[in-house]
T-cell receptor, first 113, second 116 residues
Framework: NAGVMQNPRHLVRRRGQEARLRCSPM?????VYWYRQLPEEGLKFMVY????????ESGMPKERFSAEFPKEGPSILRIQQVVRGDSAAYFC???????????FGPGTRLTVT | GENVEQHPSTLSVQEGDSAVIKCTYS??????FPWYKQELGKRPQLIID?????GEKKDQRIAVTLNKTAKHFSLHITETQPEDSAVYFC???????????????FGRGTQLTVWP
């Protein structure tokens, strides 16, 4: 049973470019969460999605950031016009109906140069 | 919103000793408290959790205690081993609040180093 998959594992973007981060939940899970981890800090909640629905995006910056979880395919976190401050590790987690039992993917480490 | 504080930020112990990491939370509605272990460059992994209807939970060398009145909870690792070295994160969540359902609030982490 494959765990949560994320790709790419490492992503380098120049300032102003777009970053797309993908997350495939565990088999049987329909809830996806995105978290951001800055160096030497804990994980900060960004957004919670179910298939075709954004449940809670209150942790996500209002500009440049968007997320989706389409009916088919992985969840995508999109960051437009990246800036140096977006450099961080972005973790995706998934759960079944017990939404508090979240299983994390390996993360995508975004570096903005 | 919820605010989770975690101490200490770093902890070094000798192999075989015990390690204790403490967290406090601010939201009295929080009733679920998981602990995650994150090895360098790897994903956070859930190692133990506790719900507010119990005061203590054990799993082999790991235990978690909860004091709801004081709003603090702790992770205890006994007979530490070098492979316990990692960053440990506590988190809190309010399972009964629809507006923040699914949201985990994390502490800043504790870097535990176990010396052989």
């Amino acid at each position: 049973n494959a765990g949560v998959m994320q790709n790419p594992r490492h992503l380098v973007r120049r300032r102003g470019q777009e970053a797309r981060l993908r997350c495939s939940p565990m088999k049987g899970h329909s809830h996806v969460y995105w978290y951001r981890q800055l160096p030497e800090e804990g994980l900060k909640f960004m957004v919670y999605l179910q298939k075709e629905n954004i449940i809670d995006e209150s942790g996500m910056p209002k500009e440049r950031f968007s997320a989706e979880f389409p009916k088919e395919g992985p969840s995508i976190l999109r960051i437009q016009q990246v800036v140096r401050g977006d450099s961080a590790a972005y973790f995706c987690a998934s759960s079944g109906d017990r939404v508090y039992e979240q299983y994390f993917g390996p993360g995508t480490r975004l570096t903005v140069t | 919103g919820e605010n989770v504080e975690q101490h200490p930020s770093t902890l070094s112990v000798q192999e075989g000793d015990s390690a204790v990491i403490k967290c406090t939370y601010s939201d009295s509605a929080s009733n679920y408290f998981p602990w995650y272990k994150q090895e360098l460059g790897k994903r956070p992994q859930l190692i133990i959790d506790i719900r507010s209807n119990v005061g203590e939970k054990k799993d082999q060398r790991i235990a978690v205690t909860l004091n709801k009145t004081a709003k603090h909870f702790s992770l205890h690792i006994t007979e530490t081993q070098p492979e316990d070295s990692a960053v440990y994160f506590c988190a809190a969540s309010a399972l009964d609040r629809g507006s923040t359902l699914g949201r985990l609030y994390f502490g800043r982490g504790t870097q535990l180093t176990v010396w052989p």
